[in-house]
């Protein structure tokens, strides 16, 4: 998630942790602790392909967190040892902030490799979008409440809680919506008997109302939106695959670790005579957000370069607001819809 989210996220599971003892400072802590996973962007890994695929790395382990929140904790209860809070529930509050802020990020499709180092594995379930303000929302609400009425900690308590219930049911309804729309993507594909060998169904920008489907084959992927709750039939657009162009390069590091951290959604296409793979799970055709450059066509083979780099030919980020527009009308067509169809 992004990190006003995972802040305000840290603030109210610090909070709720820590107790009224720890007062404001519980939450001050949860914030900063629910922060310090993602730390890792400002380092670098060696290039991008490797700084992409290995953001949400050893930060995000469970086994790394679980090993590092007595650290962490311990100079927190030494800095607060005068509230007599005690060093167990400061290691309780910073350890559920580290997991929970793991956990949350793998509700998203980028990848998050919670199992390092024994499996670098991405976990993606991507049933929300890595910026929602409907799952931000109560949490901001919920922690500022809490700090507003800090002197009457039942009722600071009941925001705080409040905020963290609304949120985790927002989160659940992500993977029921993800669910039924998962259920219709696969029944359209075999109706239009398409060729596909994997699909996935994931929300558009900031909302979990409108679905993007990608749907892959061998030489072709397959993209539709769909409006949940829409009777409309899912019309898929093919788009070609041109994964012949790795012939030569199938065996360097930055593709085969591409092809492994976008779990086979990627597209391979020709740019001016780059060869680029862009991961199809975040983004649309024209836009994708992580696209490298990882060989060139040379006499019609593909030879390898030295550094894969970011693709940077893309148009104008701006028309990906077409499909919010798109959402809105469809909204406004069904509830006109459902209007005129009650009966009076």
Known sequence: ?????QIVFGAAVGGAVAGRRAGWR???WGAAVGTMPDLDSFYDYGGP?????????????????????????????????HLGVGYRRWLAAVWLILITHALLDAFTIYGTQLLLPFSDHPFGLGSI???????????IVGVVGAL?????????????????????????????AQQWVEHRAQAAIE?????????????????????????VGEDAHWEALHLLGSDEPI????????????EGIEDQWAVRRLQDFTHGFYAVTEEDGRVVISDLRMGQVGFYAFAYAVGRVEDGRTVAIDDARHSTSRPDPF????????????????VMHCGTSMPR
């Open 235 to 246: 019309e898929f657009r093919r788009y070609p695959n041109q994964r012949q162009l790795l």
């Open 129 to 139: 979008f890595i910026i929602d303000p409907a799952y931000t929302l109560p949490l």
């Open 26 to 28: 519980g939450f001050a």
């Open 49 to 81: 392909v490797a700084n992409f695929t290995w953001h949400r790395g050893y930060t995000h382990s469970l086994f790394v967190q679980t090993l590092a929140a007595p650290l962490i904790a311990w100079p927190i209860e030494r800095l607060h040892r």
């Open 148 to 176: 507003w009425l800090r002197r009457d900690w039942e009722r600071a308590r009941r925001w705080n809680l409040a905020g963290l219930l609304i949120s985790t049911l927002y989160l659940g309804w992500g993977v029921t």
């Open 319 to 334: 028309t990906m607001l077409d499909d919010l527009f798109a959402c809105a009308r469809g909204i406004a067509t069904e």
């Open 1 to 5: 998630m992004d990190s006003v989210t």
């Open 191 to 215: 109706q239009a008997d398409l060729p596909a060998e994997r699909m996935l169904a994931t929300p558009t920008a900031v909302n979990s109302l409108l679905w993007r489907i990608v749907a």
